[in-house]
């Protein structure tokens, strides 16, 4: 079965690469670990919360690491802990050590985590310590009553406790994800400038997208020249150039070498340079953020194939990747899973 994964490798190339037909080489895993999620974000889920996934139809963290272990083998170098937060989950130290163990001077891996930080300051060390490299911090306001008003948590005091902590753990970057509402949070463009670029932190803006179960309309979203022209009223901003395949453009500030970015999947997509795959909780490859396509790996994983067989499946779940997502386009539809069934 391994053959048709191995075809998508060049000839030169010692071991197979996940190659989809528009010849892009992917090497970026997110890997969530769990659903559930203390917040709840307006426009992530509803107050009462979610039909969590039950322990047994999660990813145990053997299975999590034998899928990483393959994909590292396919030239995979980047890997993510995502949720729901991971946090919730106790083994995610332990899951980030033997990630990190994968590494080596021929294939180094950078090693992340995805959080809300409301656990962070409990985990920070040990996450550096264990070979985390760095942290994505969800900030959404740096008002204590818009906070608990936007997550449903009187929570931002334990979120700055763990920025502190991953700060003084020597994690970096420290990456701020903010993403813009219009009429909720979207005056505190610079505050949360002014915030980031004192700290330390590299702050990136998102646009909001169709996830959740809040109503969206593509119209009234923050747009990225919209956050660029609120920026520019107070910071000199020239464009970094060299993107790759990294979600955010970025911007320095008054000349750098401190950067602002923006994720504007919706009006500036780049799909084009998409490098990443997602493995949800439950044991599900995604190839795409907005795609309801999956492949089922937890069931045959548990049923006793081998890691050649289970690379197939990957193989061909990547050789059929979509071109791109089809936001504002006819017959887009908002994927079923909301964001924290997927993972961030």
């Not at 989809?20 to 080489?25: A, I, K, L, M």
């Not at 990456?175 to 702050?203: R, S, W």
């Not at 907005?290 to 050789?319: C, I, N, Q, V």
């Amino acid at each position: 079965m391994v053959e048709s994964a191995l075809r998508l490798a060049p000839s030169q190339q010692t071991h197979p690469q996940l190659v989809d037909t528009f010849g892009r080489v992917h090497r970026s895993m997110r890997l969530s670990v769990i659903d559930k999620c203390q917040l709840r974000c307006t426009y992530c889920m509803p107050a009462q919360g979610l039909p969590w996934l039950s322990k047994s139809e999660l990813l145990t963290l053997d299975e999590i690491y034998r899928i990483a272990s393959i994909a590292h083998f396919a030239g995979f170098t980047e890997f993510r802990i995502t949720g729901g937060e991971p946090l919730i989950r106790t083994d995610v130290p332990e899951l980030v050590q033997r990630l990190s163990d994968l590494s080596n001077p021929s294939a180094p891996i950078d090693l992340s985590l995805t959080t809300n930080a409301v656990l962070l300051d409990r985990y920070a060390q040990a996450l550096k310590d264990a070979g985390l490299n760095r942290v994505n911090i969800s900030l959404d306001s740096l008002r204590r009553d818009r906070f608990k008003a936007l997550t449903l948590r009187d929570q931002l005091p334990q979120v700055l406790r763990g920025l502190e902590a991953a700060k003084n753990a020597g994690l970096s970057p420290i990456k701020l994800n903010t993403l813009l509402i219009p009429g909720v949070n979207d005056d505190e463009v610079l505050d949360l400038a002014d915030f980031a670029l004192t700290n330390g932190y590299q702050l990136r803006f998102i646009e909001q997208m169709p996830l959740g179960d809040s109503p969206w309309d593509g119209s009234t979203i923050i747009t990225q020249q919209q956050i660029l022209d609120q920026l520019s009223t107070r910071y000199s901003l020239t464009e970094v150039p060299g993107r790759g395949s990294a979600p955010a453009a970025q911007w320095y500030v008054d000349g750098g070498p401190a950067t602002i970015g923006v994720i504007a999947s919706v009006t500036k997509p780049f799909c084009g340079d998409c490098d990443r795959l997602r493995l949800t909780a439950d044991g599900q490859l995604r190839t795409c953020l907005f795609s309801d396509k999956e492949t089922d790996l937890r069931t045959p994983l548990r049923e006793g194939a081998t890691d050649a067989e289970l690379l197939d499946l990957m193989g061909m779940a990547t050789w059929a990747k979509e071109a791109g997502h089809l936001i504002g386009k006819a017959g887009f539809q908002v994927p079923e899973r909301n964001m924290s069934r997927i993972g961030g």
